[in-house]
C-alpha cells in the first residue's frame, strides 16, 4: 500500500537557522511529488512540486527540496528561517493510479524560536 | 481574485444533530475536493467532484455523509446525523482540470466541526 511518512512530529529551530524536513515514501512508481504549508486557522497552500526532470526543486518562500529516487524521499530545505515559517508541513504523493488523489503525510510542526 | 470559500468557519452540535458545510471554489475550477483533517494529521480525501460528477467518493461514509454539487460550483458536505468522531477540520480544496495533470489545489481555510 501507497504511504507517505513524515518522520518528524516537531521541529524547533532558531531563527535564521537552517531547516530540514523529512518525507518519505513508499509506491510502485514515481509519483508526483508535493510540500504544502498550514498556519493556524488558514488553509493549505502549495510550497512546491515535482512532476519529473531536475530532482532539486525551487518553490516560493525560500524553500527548495530534493526528491532522491533511491531513497524514495522528498526533504525540504530552507537555508534560514524566518519566525513567520512557523507553521505546519505536509508532504504529499500523487498517486498516478488514482488520478488526483493526493495522499498526505501526518505533518511536521515547525516551531521558530528568536 | 477570490480565494476558496468555507463556511461556517466554526461548528459545534450535539452527537445525533445535522449539520452541513458549503464551499465555494476559485472562479473556473472545475474540480473540487472535500477533505477531512483530524488533528495531528494530513488532510484525507472524502470526495472529488469534476463538475457535477462525483469521480471518488471511495472514501466517503456514504452511511451518513453526503455531498453535491448541483450545478458544478459551490458544494455542500451534509452529515447525519453527526458522532462524536466526527469532530475534525473538513477542508474544501478547487483546481483547473485535473483530468489531464496534477494540477495545484487550492485550499480553503476549512470548518472545524466540534460533537459534543
Known amino acids: 500500500a501507497q504511504s507517505v511518512t513524515q518522520p518528524d512530529i516537531h521541529i524547533t529551530v532558531s531563527e535564521g537557522a537552517s531547516l530540514e524536513l523529512r518525507c518519505n515514501y513508499s509506491y510502485g512508481a514515481t509519483p508526483y511529488l508535493f510540500w504544502y504549508v498550514q498556519s493556524p486557522g488558514q488553509g493549505l497552500q502549495l510550497l512546491l512540486k515535482?512532476?519529473?526532470?531536475?530532482?532539486l526543486v525551487q518553490g516560493i518562500k525560500g524553500f527548495e527540496a530534493e526528491f532522491k529516487r533511491s531513497q524514495s524521499s522528498f526533504n525540504l530545505r530552507k537555508p534560514s528561517v524566518h519566525w513567520s515559517d512557523a507553521a505546519e508541513y505536509f508532504c504529499a504523493v500523487g498517486l498516478t493510479d488514482s488520478w488526483g488523489k493526493l495522499q498526505f503525510g501526518a505533518g511536521t510542526q515547525v516551531v521558530v524560536t528568536p | 481574485e477570490a480565494g476558496v470559500v468555507q463556511s461556517p468557519r466554526y461548528k459545534i452540535i450535539e452527537k445525533k444533530q445535522p449539520v452541513a458545510f458549503w464551499c465555494n471554489p476559485i472562479s473556473g475550477h472545475n474540480t473540487l475536493y472535500w477533505y477531512l483533517q483530524n488533528l495531528g494529521q494530513g488532510p484525507e480525501l472524502l470526495i472529488r467532484?469534476?463538475?457535477?460528477?462525483?469521480?471518488?467518493d471511495s472514501q466517503l461514509p456514504k452511511d451518513r455523509f453526503s455531498a453535491e454539487r448541483l450545478k458544478g460550483v459551490d458544494s455542500t458536505l451534509k452529515i447525519q446525523p453527526a458522532e462524536l468522531g466526527d469532530s475534525a477540520v473538513y477542508l474544501c480544496a478547487s483546481s483547473s482540470l485535473a483530468g489531464a495533470s496534477y494540477n495545484e489545489q487550492f485550499f480553503g481555510p476549512g470548518t472545524r466541526l466540534t460533537v459534543l
Open positions: 467532484y469534476e463538475n457535477e460528477e462525483a469521480v471518488d
Open positions: 515535482y512532476f519529473s526532470g531536475d530532482t
